[in-house]
């Protein structure tokens, strides 16, 4: 259903000797990660981390099933409140009050999708952004919520009751590993034989249906994965910066994370960390200037729908040491 | 059971029929009191003037519409209110008048992607894909019993139309149907391939029911045992060929004064 | 007191009212939502900037130089037209061979940019713009106090709404518009100048949101949010109606409008939502939308 | 003596949302005329001042509060406006012993139950506006509200103090209706206060919702119908907004205004070379928020948390803001207010000239008695 | 006969993919001319070229004494040109009325609407239903309607007869007949050899993005032998 002059598919090696390359780079990248702290703001590395996350549990429906939410900020904020809630309130430690958010986002798309998988492409778009915002305004006026002040001051508590989260550096290790796990999902999801049907109904819908395939039933169940995962971002983001608000809720929130997925690459599974990373450092370094954020979100939206729609990533991919790498994609 | 019981008595068996279809749009109706009995292996065609209901009726039969009125009968099955996708897995799978492939996956994996369904490997979102590669041989055979070897690793959207239309064909059978219907799998074809086209019909047709619409005539008297002319969306004639085409109602309907 | 449903009359009559003059406001700006993508297939995220735009155009032509609200409500829709007709000939129209999904997170960083601007000059808190004299006070009407310009607005808006919907279904240009949609291309081979009409009908589409701000601007007052704040009902309006059909559009604004004036009445807390709450049963019952064909 | 050679002050606001008036950029000028008038040094180390815009978001207030303590070495945060940013702020500066000191918020919940050591709440609160407008209005005769009321923390504080203090008096509340922040329409909203036939509709909102619901009182013909509109969180700024024209004649309460005496109509006129706009209780309240941090470091000749709240809570507090205001046990600082009413348009004799001085609310009326604000640190 | 269109030297690509590779050919006024060629050769292509809808081409195309290379596409039809793609191109957002009235007549001659109705019966009987809710073949009725009524000199055809029933690819033959009548000069590409045999003047073979042959009608039968080498027929 996406424009499929994209780069489609996956993260794929053609031939030997990349490989070799590829894992190199790879491990390059996860050493990078485990040393990180090393240089940069702890905080700041986690948050980069839970956008990367939700960026490519929103990929994995938009650059996989050709989907295209505006209503992903529901499960990502709404998994936030339920992970801060069940922890500041019902006291559960941090993996069990991550379990309910992941638990929560996943109901949440449960009912989100049954109902906006009735209509496909922009219809589809239009119609989660709608149910996103209804349930933005069940957020503002819940109780539980706490309206605008938000539930404020969520404890991080200790990881399987002995590791200290308070600790930044806990936090941020801790961080990492539920990062490396979503992403670890998301790769094994798209690269398994349901992910091929995944693909094949973006590619021809009624012929899937033809050949079979509950259509419905497949997208329904991308739709909750991709909930539950994105999820996983908001819960951890919760307990990071000690937090819920409806600003994780709100539709901004949901054009940001397809930002991130344009501006890294859609469809390819490490396009949104970069896009996430893009996007994260810029609202740090504006969010203390003059400049409104929101000018510079809003170009960098238009340039890359205009000129790079492949994004950083697909870029990258298509460019002749890309293609050298064996990172080549048709199209 | 029925179906299976009348078998033994050797008359081939019915395993689709339909009873009074009706289907109207608005105020028009396009399909009118159809009864139809596709036979086991049994080439069956349906043909009929441009706007007569065929397209319609292969909708309604395989769901993708939901009738006005009637009944449709699926191997003993009432499915007249099924979904379209639970048809296809009882075996009643189509091919489109447009063509209908992936066009950005390769032709061996269009073939792969029908293959997964009847195996079982369909849901397994936590099993590498290596999983697939026990289906590459039977969809290898499959790829060479059309005779698209040589485009094996090409993708969908780079054949021409005519070989775009084979390799829906070849999915099609990936799914082993029990029942074959087929939109017009002439239509653009190239002479070189109509007859080897013509060719996997009738062999698929030994072990199968097959329903297709076809316009061109030389196939159809060639290939089927059994022909359904439709007209304004009602039956006109039935029979065989030769006795259908003789038919002076038809000659003026539809086949005009001379053979085309 | 007459009561109706334990509500006092005069209340009821009044927040019917007041959901007509809403529902004005929606059906304009559906209206325009409707004719972009009904012939461009780009969901205009950009409207709401659009709209915001108009009365800002307003609120800038009567504070720098001086020129009141009728002029404006001729002006500014023809500026913000103009506008919109550059954007479209230098940059939407490239997109048009692609998903229509990139015209819709075109359109979205479109609307930040224009809305960031705004708020960068002029900040987030609102600019008052006052009623122009020949429609400023009310009028009692017996069950209420009835603003004579809301008045002006219902009407007014009623009068572009249908003017529009005839100029579309009932004309060549409109004929010629909705061939253009489909196959651009093949339209254009039959001798009609198609990017030309597609320029016109962004314009259009644009210069009725603005429309829709003027009109605004004495109500609410000129704020750069005031856009953002609408749009995504506007949408819902546009699901609920069925997208591509204006006639849905306009109706189903009006509908929802009076339906959410009245959850208003009965149960205030839910008026935020019961557009989206009426527009996830009709995608139950009705997938296409009210007055949308099916698909 | 001062940590890491300076003392850091943030001003953390909303500079670009609906609130960018009533506090907004020109907070951080008065705090930097502050550090300016104390000389521009402490204990002999420079001291600086830092700014960001929160948007009005808690989240993005705690952010950047949490890098300003943990990457930029800033040793205080003020102004804060908007109560949920107030309460989130305070709170993880309690947790990284920091001061804040709220010029900006209005909830008593920042000196009550979420009171904190490190916390002090300097311009108004909730509790001071029901006193001032609510009690002014009470007096005036009216005796049934209807309230409008923002549907977040703020606004409920604002509706329950308001309508606490008013039946206290004898009065009634027949009824209220919440609308959410940033609503364009009020109609709906004042025809149902129109209906209930209330003397008073209090409106428990700020910012540009107060004005927008002003204005459009004004074209229903509610004032004219009798009824009368208290507009319960209303500053000089939103009354430059709104124009005295639609302003004219409204009650309203700040702790600040600039015409009232010599000393404050200079130090307006200051600020206003300096910002083009004249001061509300919010600027001059963060102007004397930086004044007594200062002086309190100076005279613990530290900046360590501890020892500054410490001689916060002791020193007295006389500027052109307050005179002599008193820090409480709970971190309320203890001044007067003042009940002022809008001119109408042909008694202003100058440019934001705009206020008649009604009444001033002396201190301990206008806020609650520590003791029963239900802090924790308060010793009863 | 005097030529109407005469293009030489038509090189065409699609992308990076050079499809065309210098297609000579004319035209006369008042003939009918037949493009045969397997799938795939270009026969489409030139006609899009001609039209200017590939717009990435070069060489000469010579309409009534102008070159249309440096013509811009809304104006081609102003000259006198007329194309009914291969996929019909009907409009689903009008009826099947609107359909018809939808190109501007760009000179006088045109057939008036009841003339084409009488023509093709089923369309009356369909007028006001949606475009895409006919059969296939009334769409190709259709589209071949919408073009006679603009009054155009010349009409570049595609396929006309895919997917047609027998009776209305006689019908469109007989169409055809009496547009030549008429002096319409028509250039059609055909798969249906047969149907191509019963309506052409003169015949044009195609192959690998080439002319690579030519002949009039009369010389059919000895000509066979190349048709065979080239289509396969
Ligand atoms: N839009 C396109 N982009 C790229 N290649 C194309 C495009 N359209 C056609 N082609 C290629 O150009 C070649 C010529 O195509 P064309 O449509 O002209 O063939 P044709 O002779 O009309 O065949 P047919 O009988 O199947 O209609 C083919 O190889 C085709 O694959
Ligand atoms: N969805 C629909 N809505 C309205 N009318 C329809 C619809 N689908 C088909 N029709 C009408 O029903 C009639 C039968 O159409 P159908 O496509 O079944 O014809 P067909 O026999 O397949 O013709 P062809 O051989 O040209 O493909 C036509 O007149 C068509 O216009
Ligand atoms: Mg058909
Ligand atoms: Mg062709």
Redesign the interface.
Known sequence: ???M?LTLDIDKPSEKKPVVVQTIILAAGLALLVLAPLFFYPVFLMKLLCFALFACAFNLLLGYTGL?S?GHAAFFGGAAYFTAHAVKEWGLPPELGILVGVAGAAFLGAIIGF?AI??????F???T???A??FY??C??AEFTKGEDGIQSVPRGHLFGFIDLSQSTNMYYFVLGVFIIGVAIIWRIIHSPFGMILKSIRENETRAVSLGYSVRNYKLAAFVMSAALTGLAGGIKALVFQFATLTDVS?QMS?EV??MT?LGGIGTLIGPLFGAGLVVTLQNYLATSE????????????V???LF?RGIVGEFYNSRLGRKLGFEHRH | MTAALSEQNGAPRVVLSARGLRRDFGGFTAVNNVNLDVHHARVHALIGPNGAGKTTVFNLLTKFLQPTGGTITLLGEDITRMAPDKVARMGLVRSFQISAVFPHMSVLDNVRVALQRPNGLATQFWKPMSALDGLTAKADQLIRSVGLDKERNSVAADLSYGRKRVLEIATTLALDPKVLLLDEPMAGMGHEDVGMVAEIIREVALERAVLMVEHNLSVVSTLCHHVTVLQRGEILAEGDYANVSADPRVRTAYMGTEEA | MTMIFGI?L??FL??LL??L??GSFYALLSLGLAII??LL?V?NFAHGAQYMLGAFFAWLLLSYFGIGYWPALIVAPLAVGLVGAIIERT?LR??YS?????G???T??????????F??LY????Q?YA?PATLAG?T?LGF??L?I??GWVIAFSLVVCIGTWLVIEKT?LG??L??A???P??????????PFLLTLTYALGAALAALAGVLAAP???V?P??GS??I?VV??V??VGG??SIMGAIVTGYLLGVAE?LT??FY??A???VI??I??IV??IR?AGLFG?D? | DASDGKVKIGILNDQ???Y??FG?KSSYEAALMAVEDFGGKVLGVPVEVITADHQNKADIASNIARQWYDTEQVDSIMELTSSSVGLAVQALSKEKKKITINTGAATTELTGKQCSPYGFHWAYDTHALAVGTGGALVKQGGDSWFFLTADYAFGYSLEENTGNYVKENGGTVVGS??H?L?T??F???L??AQ?SGAKVIGLANA??DT??AI??AA???IVQ?GQRLAALLFTLAEVH???LE?AQGLTLTEGFYWNRNEETAKFGKRFMERTGKMPNMVHAGTYSAVLSYLKAIEKAGSDDGDAVAKELRALPVNDVFAENGKVAENGRMIHDMYLLEVKKPDESKEPWDYFKVLATIPGSEAFIDPAKSGCDLVKS | MKPLLKVSGLNAWYGESHILHGVDMTVGEGEMVTLLGRNGVGKTTTLRSI???VRNRKGAIDFAGEDLIKVP??????RGLG?I?EER?I????SVY??L????A?AKGGMTVDEIFELFPNLHERRNS?GTKLSGGEQQMLAIARILR?GVRMMLLDEPTEGLAPVIVQRIGDVLKTLKERGMTVLLVEQNFRFASKVADRFYLMDHGRMVGEFPVLELSVRMDMLHDVLGV
């Open positions: 259903m996406f424009d002059t295209l505006f109902l009735r209509r496909q492409g922009i219809y778009a239009m119609i952004l709608a149910l915002q209804m305004f069940f503002l006026q539709w054009g397809i930002l344009l400049f409104p954020v929101t000018i510079i979100t809003g170009l960098v939206f238009m890359c729908v205009l729609r | 006092p005069q209340a009044g927040q007041i959901g003059i809403n993508f009904g297939r969901i940059m490239r997109l692609l998903d229509p999904l990139y819709l997170l075109f979205f960083g479109l609307a930040l940019t224009i809305e960031g601007t708020r960068y900040g987030a808190s609102g008052p009623t009310g009692n209420m106090f603003p310009y809301r060549k004929s010629y909705r061939a949609t489909e196959n291309i093949l339209v254009q081979s039959f001798g009609i100048n198609v109500i609410y007052q704020s949010l005031m704040n609408i995504i949408f819902a546009v699901v997208m591509g004036g208003k009445v205030p807390e008026s935020n939502i989206f709450v527009m996830a995608l139950l997938p064909r698909v | 670009s949302g609906v960018a008036d907004g209706v919440r959410p940033a364009t329409d109609s709906s909203f025809l149902q209906s910012g540009l004005s927008n204005k459009q074209e229903f013909g119908g907004g709104l124009g639609a | 039209m200017g809808i596409l809304h104006r081609v039809a102003h194309f793609p191109g409009f689903s957002t009008l609107e359909n009235l939808l190109p501007p760009v949606p603009t």
